[in-house]
T-cell receptor
Framework: GNSVTQMEGPVTLSEEAFLTINCTYT??????LFWYVQYPGEGLQLLLK?????DKGSNKGFEATYRKETTSFHLEKGSVQVSDSAVYFC???????????FGTGTSLTVIP | GAGVSQSPSNKVTEKGKDVELRCDPI?????LYWYRQSLGQGLEFLIY????????KSGLPSDRFSAERTGGSVSTLTIQRTQQEDSAVYLC???????????FGPGTRLTVL
């Protein structure tokens, strides 16, 4: 079956620290992979995506590389800001169906 | 332009009652998804509508759950004979098509007493 496992939070970092949020997946076929972000008081929004192995998605300084050999899609940012404080969700969409599968979310708090 | 809207934002109901949750997608978006987010859980897919095609209902947890989409726009998720385990945030998302970015609504927080 399809599933996503992501790093449990909460994560607290100081401003300008390096961020990694781990995400691994199990999927049939060749999934597309996504990171969504939910800022306080707002709805989920797409942060980045990758549709095939070795693709790198990037946006707002965040990056994630689709690693088929390790079934991973870890989210990284070199220098976090207070404004990055949010909940981050890893997700996959199998190419064999319509469903999206989301992880449980990782809460990030960045302190000045 | 306007984003995805959902109503009500909060709903408290008694066990055994029926509830209807509404989603207004972005105009022109042909794809519409419903998800459920229970406390401490990820988003759980419920149902997917694409244009005039038959909906993908594979995620609905029981026959108490149903959804419709009228005129390819507004969608209503109905939960009959609510149970306490139905308490969750129900999210709606729409997109231009299957392969396009989903835009999420703010959700409806359902509490079943």
């Amino acid at each position: 079956g399809n599933s996503v496992t992501q790093m449990e939070g909460p994560v607290t970092l100081s401003e300008e620290a390096f961020l990694t949020i781990n995400c691994t997946y199990t999927a049939t076929g060749y999934p597309s992979l996504f990171w969504y972000v939910q800022y306080p008081g707002e709805g989920l929004q797409l942060l980045l995506k990758a549709t095939k192995a070795d693709d790198k998605g990037s946006n707002k300084g965040f990056e994630a590389t689709y690693r088929k050999e390790t079934t991973s899609f870890h989210l990284e940012k070199g220098s976090v800001q207070v404004s990055d404080s949010a909940v981050y969700f890893c997700a996959l969409r199998s190419n064999t169906g319509n469903q999206f599968y989301f992880g449980t979310g990782t809460s990030l708090t960045v302190i000045p | 332009g306007a984003g995805v809207s959902q109503s009500p934002s909060n709903k408290v109901t008694e066990k055994g009652k029926d509830v209807e949750l509404r989603c207004d997608p972005i105009s022109g978006h042909t794809a519409l998804y419903w998800y459920r987010q229970s406390l401490g859980q990820g988003l759980e897919f419920l149902i997917y509508f694409q244009g005039n095609s038959a909906p993908d209902k594979s995620g609905l947890p029981s026959d108490r759950f149903s959804a419709e989409r009228t005129g390819g726009s507004v969608s209503t998720l109905t939960i009959q004979r609510t149970q306490q385990e139905d308490s969750a945030v129900y999210l709606c998302a729409s997109s231009l098509g299957f392969d396009n970015e989903q835009f999420f609504g703010p959700g409806t927080r359902l509490t079943v007493l």
